[in-house]
Each structure stands twice: as C-alpha cells, then as structure tokens.
C-alpha cells in the first residue's frame, strides 16, 4: 500500500514541479490575502501584529481550497479519474497518495507565508518548535481532510463553491487551534500551545483513516 | 474450455438507463471478437462492463471468474481498457505517463520499456508532455500502457481510430501477438474491413443486446452462428469481396 | 397498489400521523395559551421571556434529527437501501428547518433582553456552524446531476455531520473557555412552576411536530425513490426496440 500511496504523491508532485500552479499561483495568492488584510485593517497601529496568527491561517485556509481543486481537476482531465479505478491501485493508496502531495505543496506555502507575514507584519518570532509542530499537524488535517472533501466535490458542476461550503466549516477548528498555538507561541507561553498541537495531532490522524476509508466509495461511481 | 467472459442476460445501467439490456456472449481464451453496431448500440457500455466500471443489475457476468454482479472492482486487475478517453496527464511526459500507468497496475519497468519500444515511443518523443500530443500518438501511448500491463482480457474500444496506416498495422500485430500469447481480446470498431482481417468471430450489437454472432473460418465461409435473431444481418451488404 | 394510485388517496397521511398532527396541534395551542397569558412576565426579562418557549424546542430538538441523518447515512453506506437515503434527507431538511428557527428565535430573543442580536458564545456559535454544515449536506443532495452519485456523496457528507459537529463543538467551547467575557453569559432563567411546565411542555411540542415532518419527508422521499425504480424494466424494452428499429433500417448509416 505505501508503496502505490509514494508512487501516487510521486506523480502529484511530478505534475506540480512541470506546471508550477501551487508555487507560482497559491504562494502569490496567499501573499495578496496578507497584503489585502493589510489594507482592510490599520497597518499603523500594531493591529497586524496581534492579530498576525489568525490572518496567517485564514490565508492558508484559502490557499488550502485552491490546491485541494487543482489537485483534483488534473484527475478530471482525459478520464484520468476511470483510469485510476481501473488501475488496480487501492482507494487508500491513492488517498494517501494524494494527500501527502496536497500536504507538501502546503507546507512549502506555509513556510513561504511565514516569511512573508514575518516581514509584511513586523513580528517577533519566537517559539519555534511549536510553530513548526503546529504546522505540520496542521497541514495533516488540512491535507486529508481536504482530499476527502475536494473527492466528495470532484466532477461535480458548480464545484468551485460547492467546496469551500463543504470543506471551510469543517477546518474551522483547525484554524482555531492552530492559531491558538501560534498565539502561544509568540506570545511566549507555549504551555498554552501545546495541548492544542495535540488536538490537530489527533485530528489529522482521524481524517486521514476517514478518508483512507471512505475513499474508495467516493472514487467508484455508484 | 470455460469460458473467460460469460454474459447471460446481463443488464447494466449507466444511472437509470439500462445500456446493456440483455446481453448474452461466451468468449473463450485467446479468442479475438470484434464488436460492431450503431452508435449507441451499447459496444462502449459492454467494454466498460466487462472492466467492471458499469453495474450489472440483473443477469449473470463473469469476467476471468471475477462475478460482476456482486464485486466488479476484482475483475480489474485482470482487464486492460483501451479506451476513448486515454488518461494521460497532460503536463507529464510520455514516458512518465507510461511508467505511472504501468507501475499502478502492477507492471515491471521491463516490461514498460519493451512497451514504449514497440510502439515507437522511446525516441523522439519519449519527453514530450502528453498534452501536445496528437490524438493519435496519445492513443499510442494509451495502447503502450495496455501492452505493459499484460492484462487477460483486452478491451479495446475503437483501436484503429486517430492512428495512420502504420499505427493500424501496429495495433493489428499487437492484437495477434496479444491473443496466440493466451490473452482474450474484445474489439470494438467501426472499420469493419480492417478489423475482420484480425477478428474471426463478430458480434453485432443494437439496441443493448446481441442480434448475431458469427464466426468465420479463415477461408471466408461463414458458419452458422452461435446465437441469432430474426433481424436482419447488415453482414451481406458490408462482405464485399 | 400504484404508486399513483397510493398518493391519490392517502398523500403521505396515516393514522399514525393524523394522530401525530392533532396533538402537536393541541399542544401547540395549550403552549401559546400557558406562554402568552397563563404565565406571568419574569422579573428582569419581562415579557420577552416568553419566547423561551418557542426558542428552547428548536434547539433542543435540533440534535435529534441531526444524529438521524447521520446514523441513516452510514447505513445506508452498508446497506444500500432506498430507504435509508430518504430518512437522511428527511432528518436534514428537518434539522436545518429547527436549527434555523432555532438561530432566529434566538436572535429574537436577544435583541430585548441583552441588547444584542448575536454573541459569540459557546452555544450558539455552534449552532451556526451546524447550521451551515447542514446547508453543506443539502447543496451536496441538489448538484450532482446523476442519482447514484449524488446519494452516494451525500451519504458521506452525512455520515461525517456527528463527527464534525462534535468536533467543531469541542473545540469552540475551549476556544471561548479562553475568550470570553463574564459579561454576556447565557445562564437560563431561574423558573419553576408553571413557566417550568410550559417549558417542558414546549419542549414535547416541539419533538412531536418534528417527528411529523420526518414522516411526511420521509414517505414523500421514498415515494420518488419508488417512481424512479419502477422505470427499469419498461425501459430495457424500449432500448430493446431501439435496436430493432435500427437493424430493420440498417443501422445509422
């Protein structure tokens, strides 16, 4: 199974490093929400700096949408998706697969982001490991619950909306812990933090052995 | 000998319209069928049924032991489909596209690259993004996929179509050369004459069941078929010489 | 029976229901008469107190069709049986029906006894989450074009709704746990007596009128499910005529 789940990620990120869509449009679309923000709250008088955490998950969240769609119009492509069930390979691998792809463009976004709201917003950075853990726990939830959802929303019409009504609602508390940790963080009081890392942790791990299950419906066509 | 594809009053539906309204067919192993009929005859939806992507709803269908009926996905691994729709990826390049496919169902890399050798795809355009491909060199690449996989069955589902003289005359080969290794092969065309130089045995297709099923001896004498029907076979006009 | 013939009779009516709809109606009645004149105005609150018994059933009821739609969807994940499929939309449509109510009554409700339409608390942030999570549900049932697809996907959105909720639940009540303001709290009233007994009663009400829209739904749903079913066989005959007409001419040529 992890096998075909590497060959599938290997094949999203082959696709991703030829057309550049996640590092040449999500990455400068997520700069613009920060820099919408900017413009729509005051950026004089320390506003940006407080409330930095929740614009930067906010931004990741709809970058988060962006990709989760990209990675599944490819499939819509030339009956790739008939392809996939004929192949033989399993539902969960492919769900993985997918998954770990989406969860790396993301993590490359996030870190990109982190630059840029660093600069953009004048913050003091501290509190690293708990940044960086928050992060990857929440890129799993966001990975696979989306993968979940953008299947659920895949080749459907209308689809463009039809997965951030789907898919937001359900992220919602990945937003509030992740920005809760990052607020720890860099408020310096990560005892705070942790214990909701520890809840993305778990999350992550419920939505993915979800996914990996329901997959397999979701992909055949009745 | 039993049989490698067994449908018996197989119905199957695509949402509520029932695209296969009956249909009964034997084919045994190493048997190539060509599939002829009307558009809309349901030569698609019997492709597609026998790989297991079409729900049987009422009959029986067996498929290399694998019943339709209750789990489909099984048949899968076993069944090669050619077809419309070539699911290449259009920003990887052939070869990446045959690798993927082929690797996913469970093919070895030497196999892939005898594959890509036989279809003429190792050279020139071996690193050519799938997208600016002609369609057909994409069904080229499709067939590559198919030929790696070594599956038992082919379905094939308009092979001649989009291809040049000598990219018929490739597939013609492969089909030989698919069926005297033991494979099952079941063709569905519109190029009657072509196809008839491969396939002995034809099956007409209307209305989503079998109107006649012929099988023809090498020489050209037609022998009698195995299940008719009293509509009338549009064999006479077509056999000309 | 027809199916036609079945809907030109009874509707989706039985005596089950009949009985179901006169005592929700009674009941209602018996709560409008105890809420709007037989109890007094509470001390602070005065008379908007009263709409407690119209805003608690909503939202006490809500979680009951919720959970329905979401057991009924996973089993008709196993199972596959129409019947299922028609009990989660009708538990959803219910749902969504009470916990809209439920949000605007509440609102309502706030405007005169704490000066505000919305607060970000605990309850009823969750509740709009649901909300929308339910409008999730019902978009996923209207798009996609083929009938298979669309019950199939609904099935997993459905399924997920438990999870979801509890989750969005949890983790919004520990977000606020660390937010709020003592200022705004939602501490019921303290009441006993008959303004407890019309609460309660309200609270019977309300569960009976939903289970009387479930019915309808429900039946109304399973009907089509009916009609759609029956259609198989008349029309393999007619593919199979299509051929006939096609090989008598020769085909499309």
């Known amino acids: ?100 792809a989406i969860g790396a463009q993301l993590l490359v976004l996030e870190f990109v982001l982190g630059i840029g709201i660093v600069v953009l917003y004048s913050l003091d950075v501290a509190g690293w490991p708990l940044l960086a853990a928050t992060a990857v726990a929440a890129t799993l939830c966001l990975a696979s619950a989306g993968t979940l959802y953008g299947a659920l929303a895949a080749g459907v019409r209308a689809r463009e909306s039809l997965l951030p009504l789907l898919f937001l609602p359900v992220v919602a508390p990945v937003l509030i812990g992740a920005t809760e940790a990052f607020e720890a963080a860099l408020g310096g009081v990560e005892s705070e933090g942790w214990p909701w890392c520890g809840f993305l942790v778990l999350l992550g791990l419920v939505y993915t052995l979800l996914g990996a299950q329901l997959f397999g419906s979701i992909l055949e066509e009745s | 000998m039993t049989s490698v594809i067994h449908l018996r009053n ?15 067919l034997e084919v045994g192993q190493g048997e190539i069928v060509l599939l002829e009929g009307p558009n809309g005859a349901g030569k698609t939806t019997l492709l597609r049924t026998c790989a297991g992507l079409v729900p049987v709803v009422q009959g029986e269908a067996v498929v290399v032991g694998v019943d339709l009926v209750t789990d489909p996905r099984a048949v899968r691994p076993h069944v090669g489909l050619l077809a419309h729709q070539t699911g290449l990826y259009d920003d990887l390049t052939v070869t990446d596209n045959v690798r993927f496919w082929s690797r996913a169902g469970g093919a070895r890399d030497v196999d892939v690259d005898a594959a890509l ?68 092969v079941l063709m569905a065309s519109h190029e009657l004459d072509r196809a008839r130089t491969v396939a002995l045995r034809t099956v007409t297709i209307a209305g989503g069941t079998v109107r006649h099923d012929e099988v023809r001896s090498r020489d050209g004498d037609k022998s009698a078929p195995s299940t008719a029907d009293s509509a009338p076979s549009d064999e006479a006009v077509l056999d000309v010489g | ?83 299922w499929d028609a009990l989660a939309v009708a538990a ?12 605007v009554t509440g609102a309502i409700w706030g405007r005169p006894t704490w ?43 459905g399924l997920l709704l438990i999870p979801n909720a509890i989750i969005v639940k949890f983790s919004v009540d520990w977000w606020l746990t660390l937010h709020q303001d003592a200022t705004i709290t939602r501490a019921d009233a303290q009441i006993e007596g008959l303004q407890q007994f019309t609460l309660i ?48 001419t020769g085909g499309d040529q």
């Open chain 3, 201 to 248: 009663l309200s609270v019977v009400v309300g569960y009976l009128g939903m289970a009387w829209l479930m019915v309808h739904r429900f039946r109304i749903a399973w009907l089509e499910s009916r009609i759609e079913d029956r259609g198989l066989d008349l029309a393999i005959a007619e593919r199979r005529a299509e051929g006939d007409t096609l090989v008598a």
């Open chain 1, 1 to 100: 199974m992890w096998d075909e789940a590497v060959l599938v990620a290997g094949k999203d990120l082959r696709i991703e490093w030829r057309s550049k869509v996640a590092l040449g449009q999500l990455v400068p679309f997520s700069l613009l929400v920060l820099v919408l923000f900017a413009f729509a709250l005051d950026p004089e008088r320390g506003v940006l700096s407080r409330v930095a955490s929740g614009l930067y998950w906010v931004a990741v969240l709809f970058s988060t949408t962006l990709a989760v769609q990209r990675a599944f119009s490819i499939e819509s492509a030339d009956g790739a998706r008939d392809a996939l069930r004929l192949s033989g390979l399993r539902p969960a691998s492919v769900f993985v697969g997918k998954a770990a």
């Open chain 2, 10 to 24: 197989a119905v199957s539906v695509l949402g509520r319209f029932p695209a296969l309204a009956g249909i009964d």
């Open chain 3, 115 to 157: 000066g505000v339409y919305w607060t970000w608390d605990a309850r009823l942030t969750s509740t709009a989450m649901l909300f929308i999570l339910l409008l999730g549900y019902l978009t996923m049932r209207r798009l996609p074009d083929e009938r298979s697809v669309r019950t199939k996907r609904a099935a997993v959105v």
């Open chain 2, 117 to 184: 050798a036989s279809l003429d795809l190792d050279g020139r355009l071996a690193d050519v993004p799938a997208g600016r491909l002609s369609a057909g060199q994409r069904r080229r690449t499709a067939l590559a996929v198919l030929v790696a996989r070594r599956p038992e069955v082919w379905l094939l589902d308009e092979p001649h179509a989009g291809l040049d003289a000598a990219g018929r005359d490739l597939v013609d080969e492969l089909v030989r050369g698919a069926a005297q290794a033991g494979a099952t």
């Open chain 3, 1 to 83: 029976m027809s199916i036609t013939s079945l809907a030109a009779d009874d509707g989706t009516s039985s005596r089950g229901t009949r009985v179901l709809g006169i005592l929700t109606l009674v009941g209602t009645a018996a709560v409008a008469y105890l809420g709007l004149v037989a109890t007094g105005p509470d001390v602070i609150q005065r008379d908007s107190v009263r709409l407690i018994y119209v805003h608690v059933p909503m939202v006490s009821v809500m979680y009951v069709p919720v959970a329905i739609c979401s057991i009924a969807s996973l089993l008709w994940l196993r199972k596959r049986s129409d019947g």
């Open chain 3, 92 to 103: 959803a449509e219910v749902a969504t029906v009470f916990v809209g109510l439920g949000l």
